[in-house]
């Protein structure tokens, strides 16, 4: 399908746009931190067969949005997108977790997921209240 292609492209770049400050950072600091997230959380959590990969991606971006960690969770929603979830779900996951972490977190997570560009044109209400994006400028 041309759209699932297109979206595919679109998060792998995004993804290569987010890595590449990212990776000589934490290289230069904490050399052997790529290598434990490569064996521990996606060799030996993110491969157990108890769950699918997409329901691994609504955890974690669950996760990172009650701890508050914009540059993980920006990450994890383009995992989340390459696992098979919709953009209309990751706004319906922000909004399902409001009475649980609150809005304060909950609304610098639409900021922070709107901030990078994908979800702009086409996204729900919740990504294009002229209030929200007036605020980010």
Same mark, same amino acid.
């Given at each position: ?5 297109? &979206? =595919?492209? @679109?998060?792998?770049?995004l993804r290569a746009e987010v890595l590449a400050p990212v990776g000589p950072k934490?290289?230069? #600091?904490? !050399?052997?931190? $790529? ?7 996606? $060799?030996? +959590?993110?491969?157990? !067969? ?11 971006i669950g996760a990172l949005i009650a701890l508050n960690c914009p540059d993980e #969770? =920006?990450?994890? +929603?383009?995992? $989340? #997108?390459? /696992? $098979?979830?919709? =953009? @209309? @779900? +990751?706004? @319906? &996951?922000? &909004?399902?977790?409001? !009475?649980?972490?609150?809005? !304060? ?5 639409? #900021?922070? +997921?709107?901030?990078?560009g994908l979800f702009a044109a086409s996204y729900g209400p919740m990504l294009l209240?002229?209030?929200? /994006?007036?605020?980010?400028?």
């Open positions: 399908h041309a759209d699932d292609a297109a &979206l =595919k492209s @679109e998060v792998d770049a934490l290289a230069s #600091l904490v !050399p052997d931190i $790529g290598g434990l997230a490569t064996s521990f959380a996606y $060799g030996q +959590v993110w491969s157990r !067969p108890g769950l699918s990969l997409r329901a691994r991606s609504i955890v974690t #969770l =920006k990450l994890h +929603v383009l995992r $989340g #997108l390459a /696992n $098979g979830l919709t =953009k @209309e @779900e +990751v706004g @319906e &996951l922000i &909004l399902q977790l409001t !009475p649980y972490v609150g809005f !304060p977190l909950t609304v610098s997570a639409v #900021l922070w +997921v709107a901030s990078f209240s002229p209030r929200l /994006n007036a605020s980010q400028h």
